[in-house]
């Protein structure tokens, strides 16, 4: 039975830190050792990256004055499931959206066109 390795306290942090992560250990690239010892979960990570769509914002046309300041322009306030699927069933792969949720109250969602 194959196990993948736990990611380090490093690796997790990067989502909560603007600290820059080097997923590859210091050494040289060109040496044929450099590639056979990474852990399998990173390669197969860089492939899925790889494969992703470019993310395309759905700009909001009206004025959202309750828009938290870390969204922009893809922020659409308070929108049900509903309506944003509506918005997203034109859209091409990786756009995507931000709305205020309906249920549970001052909750965020992220809705991503993927496939």
């Known amino acids: ?14 989502a909560s830190s603007s600290t820059h992560f080097d997923p590859i250990p210091h050494r040289s ?7 056979s010892s990474l852990p399998v979960w990173k390669s197969y990570l860089y492939n899925l990256q790889m494969q992703a769509p470019k993310p ?18 893809e922020f659409h306030g308070l929108l049900s499931r509903t309506d944003a699927d509506q918005l997203m069933s034109t859209a091409v792969d990786g756009s995507y959206l931000v709305r205020e949720s309906l249920n549970p109250p001052n909750s965020y969602t992220l809705a991503i066109k993927f496939n």
């Open 29 to 35: 690239l060109h040496s044929p050792a450099s590639t």
């Open 56 to 73: 395309i914002p759905i700009v909001c046309r009206t004025p959202q004055p309750r828009r938290p300041k870390q969204y922009g322009s």
């Open 1 to 14: 039975m194959m196990s993948i390795p736990f990611m380090d306290q490093s690796v997790t942090s990067i």
